[in-house]
Every structure is written in structure tokens, then in C-alpha cells.
């Protein structure tokens, strides 16, 4: 069967003007100040996709030109336990990662796989760069395995430290390369060695938060939530790195209330950071459009300090037209931080509660909820979805053999970039 992409068009979220996407835009060229820009999808009711498998039954509302094998869907389920020790009616858990019991499948255990399944089929079958994507870890880990096991190229930039995190379940194909920045750097590092390398005509930038593949791809986790529940959520809570996750769920929402059949209603945001990581608690709290100051020696100090290291990104789409400032002020709610003593009271809780081992940074999402459980910021009867963000990882390397994968060049991007783009493009030679 051929598949047959849904058309869209793109959407300034700060003038409102619609253009049409040129298969990789990322930003509107015509725009009078920095913004995101949104799909626009030609089908305006949610329906999940019968005729597709795993994460593709969401393709409606995908901007994908292609599926991919290898693909699971998030799965919601109606919590009891934790719900229970919360003091919570209606708590539902939209868990990304391997939890076989509950049918979640997620090999890299992480909602990360939402992103790499829509980004990497947004690339034509005939693209002729290859993509780059830097991460501080789960993310270069899902966007290693989709790309290996369906030969797509793939340069990752990732911090050397955080190395570990590229755990596999069986080893990487050469079609994906890694490079690292040296050891005691951080994601914002790992973003600037991949800048240098998209200086060369053999490469071309993933985007982040302005890929709106990778934005949709993450809001499929609050499409599980609304077909389990049956209407859009009064409260949802995620732990955030750089927020776009929250960005994502709050423009399906704004799709959902269009589509009319799951309420009309906006859902509250509560995202949480990893103190002392807390650079959007700072901003949102200071009621600061503009990030609050933050060098990068305070940076470092702080991703060094927290438990969380994925929630470490310095430079976050807080302040950008579309952004999470903009989905807070819009949907309403708060931001909530959490110390690693939090999450860690938090993440042995919820693995004894609910039966299976989570990320820290799930466990940051799980304290924030707590938190506002203690505040009375929710109540019993609110219908609140809990987006676990990775899970299983304990479960899935007991299963198999993992193999770990090790960077290919270790480069200082503060070096001659000149020399670095050489040995950057001589590992594709």
C-alpha cells in the first residue's frame, strides 16, 4: 500500500500568515520577529489511522511524507496506585517507553521515539544530506536506533559526558556517526558543534522546536490520552528540558477544541524543572517573557548538580512567538521545580506503585504532581494526564544484551572550525 501524506500548510504564530511548507521549513523567511511556525493539517478531526501500525496510526496529523518500521505508539492507561496515594480521582498516565505489560514497546524506553519516527519521515526517501541532531542523550538514542535500522545518515552531537546514554539493543549501523564535546561540557557545547558542522553542504540541521515534526510527533502523546479519557484533560503535567513537549501537547489541544467531538476547553500546563537547572521556573516566576540571565559557567555548574541531565538546556523556546511562554499565558498553570532528593522519593514511588522503573526526569514530572496535589493547585475530580516521559530502561536492559555506543570524534567547539567540518565530513567519506 502506498501512503498517501496529509496536506497542511505552515502557520506564523506571530502574524498569522500561512505559506506552504518547502519540505524542510523551519522558520517563516518573511517573518517580522523570531517564531515558530505550526502545521496547519487539511483533516480537522482526530482519526487515528486503522490501516497503520505503531506510532503512524497518528498520521493525520503528522507532516510525515513516509512511515517508518520499528515504530510504537505511547500508551495511556487509568492509574490506581499512584492515584490512590495522591488522593486522585482521575489520573491517567500516558507512559512512552518499555513497559511489555501495558503494551508499551518503546525500545529506547524514551517519548524521544515520537520525535525521531515523525522527523525522520519528514525526509524524502531521496534526501541527499544528512541529518544532524544534537542531544543531551535520549534523544540522540532514538534518533540512532530509527536512523540505523532504516538506513537513514545521521551525524549525533552529544556531550561527552553524557555518553552512557547511548545504549543499544543491538549496535548501530555506519550510516549513524557521533561526535562529542569534550568532557565536562554541556548540551549547549554539543548545539554549537553541531551548528559548525551544518556550515557544510553535506549536512543539514535538525531543527528542534522548530521542526514542527519533531513538535507534533511529541503531541501523539496527549492524542493516546484523549482516545483513552474521551475528552482533552483539565491538567497536564512533564518534566521539561527545553519545554517543547508542553508546546506540543498545547497546540493539539488548540486541534482537539477545533475538532470539537473532546471538549473545548484548554487543559492547565504544569511543566517542572530539576533545581538548580531552573532557568524557565526563574523566567516564568520573574513574569519574564525573556529567559533570565544564566552564563555558562552557572549552566554547567547547575546540569553537573542535577539528577535530571536531559532537563539541561540553556537556551530553551520559552521566549520565541509560539513558545512555552506563550502556551502558559495562553492555556494557563505554572511551572513547578523539584530538588533530586524530590525525584528520587518520587521515582522509587512510582516504580513500587505502578510496577515499573522510570527516568528521572519522569520522576521530576511525578514530584511536580505531588507538589500540586500538597498546593491544592489540582483537585481530586480533575481529569489529569501525567506524561511519563521514559520508562522501563531497568526492564529492558535485563531482557538482552546492550551495547554501548562510543563517539567517533571527540571535538572542542571552541577549535578551528575549519578543521573541525574537515574531520566531520570525512567520517560520511
Known sequence: MTFKPTKYNLINCVDGRRFEDEGWTLADPQSPSPSLVRAEYETRKYNPRTDLEGFYRFADWLPIKRTLS???APVTYKSENLARELGLDNLYITLSGYYPAIGAKMETCSFKETEAYSVCARLPED???ILVVASAGNTARAFAKVCSENNIPLLLSIPLDNINALWFKKPLKDCVKIIASPAGSDYFDAI???DIACKSNMFMAEG????IARRDGMGTTLLSAVEVIGRIPD???QAIGSGTGTIAAWENNLRLIEDGRYGTHKMRLY???NAPFTIMYDSWKANSRSLVPMSPEEARNAAAIIDAKVLSNRKPPYPVAGGLYDALADAGGDIYKVTNEELHIWKEKFAALEGIDIHNAAAVAVASLAQAVSEKTVT????IMLNITGAGEELAKSEVEIF???PDLILDPSSNEDEIITKVENLFK
Do not use: T
Open 404 to 406: 554501548n555506543a562510543m
Open 192 to 194: 554549537a558543534l553541531s
Open 271 to 273: 511543566p517542572s524543572q
Open 235 to 237: 491538567a497536564y503535567f
Open 70 to 72: 520499528g515504530s510504537c
Open 208 to 211: 528542534g522546536a522548530k521542526n
Open 127 to 129: 534526501n541527499k544530506k
Open 380 to 383: 481530586a475530580e480533575d481529569v
